[in-house]
């Protein structure tokens, strides 16, 4: 038989690209860390690693992740699935005890883009995918992390091959910008400062808009989940808005609504809260009230 570049079962390949030393170094600053593209590349990749056969969620899942295991086909089973997955904080309650007990033993993942000071101690998890683009690169650039447990280290090296074969590349400059924040100690206890200053203000944007405005909205970390009437577009208030004016979509403010849904609303899965939303991410450059004013207006609301 021939061989030639695309016949290399008996032969050894490495597929190289974006495998190198800064992709090593940007990873030496968390430990048990894999980088990718994204967080929901963290998800897709370790569902395409885990290839389950069925899979438990709660109800309040975000709705990304929900439609990301529908188009993957994989079935939900509330009795013996192979994974378990949900989001911190978001989860209903925070707490993983609302798991329910089954069976077997499940892989569990938790999604910790929105609360990313995640990790308590107790907590039962096997790996964390977590967003680095918001808090961790002030939305200098995009960038997915998987933390694996202890337990299951003997999976890293496997995970990182199947990263590089499935295409996902990080580039130098990706990990050049992550490298200011977690490169030395002081960025880090800035970014503690700035995520527990960007969780208060949250809360307070929150308060505004229901008591100067009567809008409902539910708070997730730092995000504000703001709901929309039925009679109102979710894609034009959030187009009404300061819409995606963040660095990472090349302009420099930090507010903006950059993802609605006009669909039936499942994040959280609380009924008092069914029906469409726009999302906000606080930012710096605004004040709490400069914010609740803008999506007032966005809304028509005076």
Known sequence: MKYNAYNLRNNGYRYLRGDSAYVDKAESYFSNGILVPSGMAAISLLLQYLNPASI?????????????????????????????????????????SQIPLFNNNPVVIVDNSVMPDFVHEG????????????????????????TVSDSCLDKMEKLRELRWKSGYVIFKKQCKILGKYYGQESAKKTFDIKLNGLNEKAKEICWLLAHHYGIKSVVS????????????????????????????????????????????????????????????????????????NCIAKAMGIS
């Not at 997955?85 to 925070?94: L, M």
């Not at 907590?123 to 998987?146: M, Q, R």
């Not at 903006?256 to 849904?261: H, T």
Request: hydrophobic share 35%; aromatic share 16%.
């Open 123 to 146: 907590w039962n998890w096997d790996y964390i995918v977590t967003s680095l683009s918001k808090y961790h690169t002030d939305c200098k650039t995009v960038l997915g992390l998987i």
């Open 56 to 96: 438990w969620y709660p109800y309040d899942i975000y709705q990304g992740t929900y439609e990301l295991i529908d188009l993957l086909g994989i079935p939900f089973d509330d009795k013996n699935p192979d994974v378990v997955i949900y989001d911190n904080p978001s989860f209903a309650g925070n707490d993983d």
């Open 221 to 292: 970390g730092s995000l504000v989940f703001v709901m929309i009437p039925d009679d109102m577009d979710a894609e034009s208030v959030a187009r009404a808005t300061p819409f995606e004016l963040r660095p990472t979509y090349g302009a420099e403010k930090t507010f903006c609504s950059y993802s609605y849904c006009d669909d039936n609303y499942r994040y959280f899965g609380n009924d008092n809260f069914l029906g469409k939303f726009i999302r906000i991410s606080v930012g710096t450059d605004m004040d709490e009230m400069m914010i609740a």
